[in-house]
């Protein structure tokens, strides 16, 4: 008991070392490549030494605030995944499939439309639309036992409807490509400024699902244990609920609506190292960094030399597992 | 027996009203637009009496409004075809993603061979439609195609699809009308060309459909009578699938890939009169060619020059019955 114990938290270790390495290699790559090549040594080099060149520069105002707004956008739309299929104990929930990327969206646009445009104001309007969209599909979803089904068909619709909303206040306002851009994911127009307003929300968020992370498995295990072992479930719930919108608001607030991250990532990592939230919610932020990052080179050699939005790689690559996980969660039924 | 009169649902008196209402709904819409021209010159000129607005009539709203009456009528069949053949409420060519594969292969021709004759169209988006009609039934496995893997899958190719149009629009940047014509469905700027373009396809598959309809009560009794009657249900299956695809596919080759209609159409039509299928499917036909045509009209009307898309008002208006619907057969269950 004890010795497998110990063999299970060293290949966890294992693991994060290895995931780590493939963390930094990712960031020396997302770096290095584009339209001005630079070598992942020389890109790693660049952020420890100054020496003023015109690759440094590239790195320092270009590429360095892109892959940041990756690693963070990343790990809060994993961490805001695993938060959502701890909660409802549903496999397919997730900031996208949930309504929340799409609600945040809407409130996005509606508040560029009728606000000047200011970072924290656009924050603020993605959180109550996440909050909105959130909350639709909740308590459409909830009634009669939520299936993962009947998540995924109320979250289509909702998202249809409030994205449907955006794009009527696109066209009325005739403000043209740049947000049908960023309404597919993007973060390669990212700079210091968005990095500043996620980097707080994004901080924030992941430390308290880190500090609540025991909590979190207790719900996972279903109301009636998690009362039974003395937790206040509803504090709990609206604790870790304002913890996801704080992180997938604040994430479709710089990058716009990446799909797939939150719930592609917490299905890896649980299959990886098990149920444990104290364990899954760090790999998450991890696995969820690296997938972003990585998506964003390919995101960049795909039609090279155009960028295209990252929120198309996540896609591709997220659809093969959605239909893996709903072929087999006909069977979980 | 009386009391079976009773309740007894009267098709055909449902299906002579919706014509009717079809009628008067063309008439009000050809007068709504920019320039607004009352009911009685709009009959007078379609009657040849009058030429006041004849330019304007003949040339931009007729073909606009005849194609949305097609392009309605036939989504909508699609979709009580594939809810017939597949026995699953939710089935329908938008929530199956088989609109947005058609979509997407329409798209791809436009924008990557801009130079290829117009007829190669519905061809093109007949192929999307059928590729992921064939993906959908590998998935779903043929033998037990059950709603809830159905409709998951659909969900996920329907997003991949999506994401691919996605693709398209940041790749051949241009006008964002015409990207989000792809995207949401739209009758903005279409004319005769595109109603000669439809019309042929509509005058083969209706006939066919028509034929049809005597084996699609057959369908819904399940396979075993089906055989029992002397069917061979995997053959008149495909048949009916590849007939719904067809519909759906030419529909969205010239109006884009429009939501809802091959979804409500056929479940208000239930509603009205009943299961059986040589009612249910002209009535389908007709309420999908009412809805599109509000749609298109609404659009055009809400706020003249500018137009909101069929598609974006179909998913305003179809979306919270939609949800609407999921609720209601949460609580039957």
Redesign the interface.
Known sequence: MYHSAKRRSSSRLMMFIIALIIFIFGLGLNLSVGASDISIIDSLKYLFVWDGSKEQLIISTLRLPRTLIGVFVGASLAVAGALMQAMTRNPLASPQIFGVNAGASLFVVASLVILPASPYSSVIFAFAGAAAGGAIVYMIASSGGMTPVKLALSGMAVHLFLSSMTQAIIILNESGEDVLYWMTGAIDGSNWQDVITIAPFSVIGIGLALVFSGSVSVLGLGDETAKGLGQNMNGIRILISLIILILSGASVAVAGPIGFVGLLVPHIVRKLIGEHYQYVLPFSALFGAILLVYADVLARWIAFPYESPVGIVTAIIGTPFFLYLARKGRNLK | MKKTTRKQKRPLLAILILAVILIVLSVISIGIGALYISPDAVVTNLLGLDHSFEFIIQQYRLPRIILAILAGAGLAAAGAILQGVIRNP?ASPD?VGISKGSGLAAMAVILIFPESPVYVLPFSAFAGAAIIAVLLLM?ARKKSI????L???G???G??C???M??M???F?GD??A??IW??GSLWGRNWEEVKLLAPWLLILFPIVCILIPKLDLMSLGDELAQGLGENANRLRFILIFTAVALAGSCVAVVGSI??IGLLAPHIARRLTGEKAKYLLPASALIGAIILLIADTLGRGI?PP????A???T??IG??Y??YL??FE??K?
């Open positions: 939710l929530v998935i059950q709603p809830s893997s409709a998951l899958s969900i996920a190719l997003a991949v999506h994401a691919g996605q693709y629009m940041v790749k940047p964002v009308n990207a989000l995207l949401t939501g809802f706020m500018v137009e909101i898309p598609g974006i008002l998913a305003v979306a919270p939609f949800l999921l609720k949460a609580r269950q």
